[in-house]
C-alpha cells in the first residue's frame, strides 16, 4: 500500500470514529454531565496521553520554536475551540440536523482556502465532489424534513462551526510543513483547547461534575480516547501526503458512518432522501480519488 491510499485510509477512519460521537454523548448526558464538561474531558483524554508517550518516547518533539507558538494558539482557540463553542451554540438557535448541515460546508471552505494559502488548483472535479458531498451531507442531516425555522444568528453560527472545523486543516497543513509532528500537533493544539474549557467550566459552575459524576466522566475519556485522540491523530497523519481540501471532503464520510450506525444499533431506518444523500457522499468519495491526476496526491505547491 502506498503512501497516498494509507493516507485516505486513516482520513476515512478518523471520520468513521468521528461519527460514533454522537452515540457517546447520547449514553454520557442520561449520565448526568453536562456537555460543556464532556467536551472538556473529551479534549483532556485527546492530549494527555500524547504527552506522555513523547515525554517517554521522544522528548524533541515537545520542543516548539517561539515563533510558531501564534499557530498553536490559532489551531487551539480558533479553530478547535471556536468550532464547538459555535456548534454547540447552533445546535440550540436552531436543530441539530440544521447545524450539522451547516457544518459540513465546511469542505468548500477548506477548498478555498485551500486555494488561497497552498496554492491548490480549483479543478472541476474537486468543486463537483465537494458540492456532491455538502449536498449528500445537507440530505443525511436532515435538512428540508423539519429543520425550517433557520434564524439570521443559527446561520452564522452554523457557517462559524464549520470556519473553525475547517481551520483545523489549514492550520494543521500549515504546522506539519513546519516539520512537527503529527503528535506534537494534537498536543499542544488540544491542550490550548482545553485550557479555555477549562476556564469556561470553572466560570459557569459546572467543573465539579467531573467528580460528582463519576461513571460520566469515565465514559467521557473513553470517548475522548476513541473520538479525540485516535481519529485527530489518524487524520492529522493522513494530511501529510493528502491536500487539505481532499482530506476534507473524505472526512465527509462522518455522517454517513453515524446515519448507517444508527441504523445498525438503533433501527432508525433511512429515509430516502439519507439514502440518496449516503450515496451522494459516497459517489463523492469515490471520484474524488479515482485516478487522481498530476499533483492530486501530492504536497500542495506552496
Same mark, same amino acid.
Given at each position: 500500500?502506498?503512501?497516498?491510499?494509507?493516507?485516505?485510509?486513516?482520513?476515512?477512519?478518523?471520520?468513521?470514529?468521528?461519527?460514533?460521537?454522537?452515540?457517546?454523548?447520547?449514553?454520557?448526558?442520561?449520565?448526568?454531565?453536562?456537555?460543556?464538561?464532556?467536551?472538556?474531558?473529551?479534549?483532556?483524554?485527546? %492530549?494527555?496521553?500524547?504527552?506522555?508517550?513523547?515525554?517517554?518516547?521522544?522528548?524533541?518533539? +515537545?520542543?516548539?520554536?517561539?515563533?510558531?507558538?501564534?499557530?498553536?494558539?490559532?489551531?487551539?482557540?480558533?479553530?478547535?475551540?471556536?468550532?464547538? $463553542? %459555535?456548534?454547540?451554540?447552533?445546535?440550540?438557535?436552531?436543530?441539530?440536523?440544521?447545524?450539522?448541515?451547516?457544518?459540513?460546508?465546511?469542505?468548500?471552505?477548506?477548498?478555498?482556502?485551500?486555494?488561497?494559502?497552498?496554492?491548490?488548483?480549483?479543478?472541476?472535479?474537486?468543486? $463537483?465532489?465537494?458540492?456532491?458531498?455538502?449536498?449528500? %451531507?445537507?440530505?443525511?442531516?436532515?435538512?428540508?424534513?423539519?429543520?425550517?425555522?433557520?434564524?439570521?444568528?443559527?446561520?452564522? $453560527?452554523?457557517?462559524?462551526?464549520?470556519?473553525?472545523?475547517?481551520?483545523?486543516?489549514?492550520?494543521?497543513?500549515?504546522?506539519?510543513?513546519?516539520?512537527?509532528?503529527?503528535?506534537?500537533?494534537?498536543?499542544?493544539?488540544?491542550?490550548?483547547?482545553?485550557?479555555?474549557? $477549562?476556564?469556561?467550566?470553572?466560570?459557569?459552575?459546572?467543573?465539579?461534575?467531573?467528580?460528582?459524576?463519576?461513571?460520566?466522566?469515565?465514559?467521557?475519556?473513553?470517548?475522548?480516547?476513541?473520538?479525540?485522540?485516535?481519529?485527530?491523530?489518524?487524520?492529522?497523519?493522513?494530511?501529510?501526503?493528502?491536500?487539505?481540501?481532499?482530506?476534507?471532503?473524505?472526512?465527509?464520510?462522518?455522517?454517513?458512518?453515524?446515519?448507517?450506525?444508527?441504523?445498525?444499533?438503533?433501527?432508525?431506518?433511512?429515509?430516502?432522501?439519507?439514502?440518496?444523500?449516503?450515496?451522494?457522499?459516497?459517489?463523492?468519495?469515490? +471520484?474524488?480519488?479515482?485516478?487522481?491526476?498530476?499533483?492530486?496526491?501530492?504536497?500542495?505547491?506552496?
Amino acid at each position: 500500500m502506498n503512501r497516498r491510499s494509507r493516507s485516505v485510509l486513516l482520513v476515512i477512519a478518523a471520520a468513521m470514529l468521528w461519527g460514533t460521537y454522537g452515540s457517546f454523548v447520547t449514553v454520557i448526558l442520561a449520565q448526568g454531565l453536562s456537555g460543556p464538561v464532556i467536551t472538556f474531558l473529551r479534549f483532556l483524554a485527546t %492530549c494527555v496521553p500524547v504527552y506522555f508517550f513523547l515525554l517517554l518516547r521522544d522528548r524533541e518533539s +515537545l520542543r516548539i520554536r517561539k515563533k510558531d507558538l501564534p499557530l498553536f494558539l490559532a489551531n487551539g482557540l480558533a479553530s478547535i475551540l471556536f468550532f464547538t $463553542l %459555535c456548534y454547540t451554540a447552533a445546535i440550540r438557535e436552531t436543530k441539530i440536523a440544521t447545524a450539522a448541515a451547516l457544518l459540513y460546508t465546511s469542505p468548500a471552505m477548506v477548498m478555498l482556502l485551500s486555494a488561497a494559502v497552498f496554492r491548490e488548483k480549483l479543478t472541476a472535479r474537486k468543486i $463537483l465532489c465537494v458540492a456532491l458531498a455538502v449536498l449528500g %451531507c445537507a440530505l443525511i442531516s436532515g435538512l428540508g424534513q423539519g429543520a425550517a425555522g433557520l434564524t439570521l444568528r443559527g446561520l452564522l $453560527l452554523g457557517l462559524g462551526a464549520a470556519l473553525g472545523y475547517s481551520l483545523y486543516s489549514i492550520f494543521s497543513r500549515i504546522i506539519l510543513d513546519r516539520g512537527y509532528s503529527p503528535l506534537a500537533n494534537v498536543l499542544y493544539t488540544f491542550s490550548v483547547a482545553t485550557a479555555g474549557y $477549562l476556564v469556561l467550566i470553572a466560570a459557569n459552575g459546572t467543573l465539579p461534575e467531573v467528580w460528582l459524576c463519576p461513571r460520566g466522566s469515565v465514559l467521557s475519556v473513553v470517548c475522548g480516547l476513541l473520538t479525540g485522540l485516535i481519529p485527530y491523530l489518524a487524520y492529522t497523519v493522513g494530511l501529510r501526503d493528502l491536500e487539505p481540501s481532499r482530506a476534507a471532503q473524505l472526512a465527509t464520510v462522518e455522517p454517513v458512518f453515524a446515519a448507517v450506525l444508527g441504523a445498525v444499533l438503533f433501527r432508525q431506518l433511512l429515509s430516502l432522501p439519507e439514502t440518496l444523500g449516503v450515496a451522494l457522499v459516497v459517489a463523492a468519495v469515490i +471520484l474524488m480519488n479515482a485516478s487522481p491526476g498530476k499533483g492530486g496526491a501530492g504536497k500542495p505547491e506552496n
